[in-house]
């Protein structure tokens, strides 16, 4: 993993984040509270570690999860964006613009791990367009969400 500079933020653009400098370890986390915190299966997390952070747009809300750590999130959409405890302050793989660049290398919590877990990858697949009874519904989305870019403004002004 190498970074200069990386940014993210939450789905509707109302919080933003931008990381520079070399972040720490990125794991994913299989313990119900992060499952809860993130309603899937499991959390990707990635330590700000040594890279200095910055909130470019917003600031999270905070949840005190537990005793010792306190989760933030967007207040006005709901998405996951940051993980705090004692060891340091980490961020949710997702949010960022580039997700891969933060790949995860180890996995936590997998005593929480569900059962059907290991089952996702067998699971059939197709593309989003390849179901027809969808098809007519998906054509016609637009989406509201923040694009996966810095933007100087959002909502963008329509001129």
């Given at each position: 993993?190498?970074?200069?500079?990386?940014?993210?933020?939450?789905?509707?653009?109302?919080?933003?984040?931008?990381?520079?400098?070399?972040?720490?370890?990125?794991?994913?986390?299989?313990?119900?509270?992060?499952?809860?915190?993130?309603?899937?299966?499991?959390?990707?997390?990635?330590?700000?570690?040594?890279?200095?952070?910055?909130?470019?747009?917003?600031?999270?809300?905070?949840?005190?999860?537990?005793?010792?750590?306190?989760?933030?999130?967007?207040?006005?959409?709901?998405?996951?964006?940051?993980?705090?405890?004692?060891?340091?302050?980490?961020?949710?793989?997702?949010?960022?613009?580039?997700?891969?660049?933060?790949?995860?290398?180890?996995?936590?919590?997998?005593?929480?791990?569900?059962?059907?877990?290991?089952?996702?990858?067998?699971?059939?697949?197709?593309?989003?367009?390849?179901?027809?009874?969808?098809?007519?519904f998906l054509q016609t989305l637009v989406s509201h969400q923040h694009p996966d870019h810095d933007t100087e403004t959002w909502p963008e002004r329509k001129s």
């Amino acid at each position: 993993m190498s970074a200069e500079s990386l940014s993210g933020g939450c789905q509707c653009g109302a919080v933003r984040f931008r990381l520079t400098g070399m972040p720490g370890t990125s794991s994913v986390c299989y313990c119900r509270m992060c499952q809860k915190a993130s309603a899937s299966h499991a959390l990707a997390l990635v330590s700000v570690g040594e890279a200095a952070l910055e909130w470019t747009r917003g600031d999270p809300c905070w949840f005190q999860s537990s005793d010792a750590a306190r989760r933030g999130f967007c207040e006005k959409c709901g998405t996951p964006l940051a993980y705090d405890a004692p060891d340091g302050l980490a961020l949710s793989v997702l949010a960022f613009d580039h997700p891969d660049a933060v790949a995860p290398t180890i996995a936590y919590g997998v005593e929480g791990k569900r059962i059907w877990c290991d089952g996702i990858p067998d699971l059939p697949e197709r593309h989003s367009l390849e179901d027809p009874d969808a098809v007519s519904f998906l054509q016609t989305l637009v989406s509201h969400q923040h694009p996966d870019h810095d933007t100087e403004t959002w909502p963008e002004r329509k001129s």
